[in-house]
């Protein structure tokens, strides 16, 4: 399964050396997201991480800093607009492989992520770091969805499909058989002192 992490909203302590020791000991991706921040702050950030491992970098916003700073790509939001953007980086050639979106219903599987490389769905378990952000379907309901899905491609590995909320390393075994190609750490990942440790447990798990 794949490991992406979606970064703290906060401001983090060395968040850049973090960024570069997830992607070094394995992380798929890493997702930036920094509601409120400039882009002069986004781009502060960006610049302190490798050159070599930016392009494991996805923005969730500041989207004109992708290209200058040779970054893995655009992540939209689950809203009208991301419809609009998306229109526009196919438009300017960008490829599908570098555009994925987040989804919280699970009726948009199947109409929401044409020509996006993958989605996030949650909240796949009540979420660590939003209080009362819990799932909306069984966990029957959502295999047979994510099942339904992959009969329904050609390639059924595209899109993928990637569990997002509540994740722990204990529920990685749970998330491989409902069928998501890989999950998105987020509060728990951020949660102690020392993130890499944390990652570690995921590894393992």
Known sequence: MDLLAVSPDRYYRNEA?????????????YHLRKPGWSVENIAQLVEEIPENLRGKVVLHQAYRLVEPLGLGGWHLKDHPLGVKIQASLRKSGVGRHQISKSLHDLHDLFSELVDFAYGFLSPIFPSF?????APAWSMQTLKR??????????????PKIYALGGISPERLLLCQELGFSGVVVHGMLWEANDPGENFKKFLKG
């Open 17 to 29: 050396y973090w960024i570069a020791h997830l992607l070094e000991s394995g992380l798929h991706r």
């Open 129 to 133: 770091s939003k209080v009362g952000h």
């Open 145 to 158: 969805a994510l099942a339904d899905l992959k009969a329904t491609r050609v390639d059924p590995s595209i």
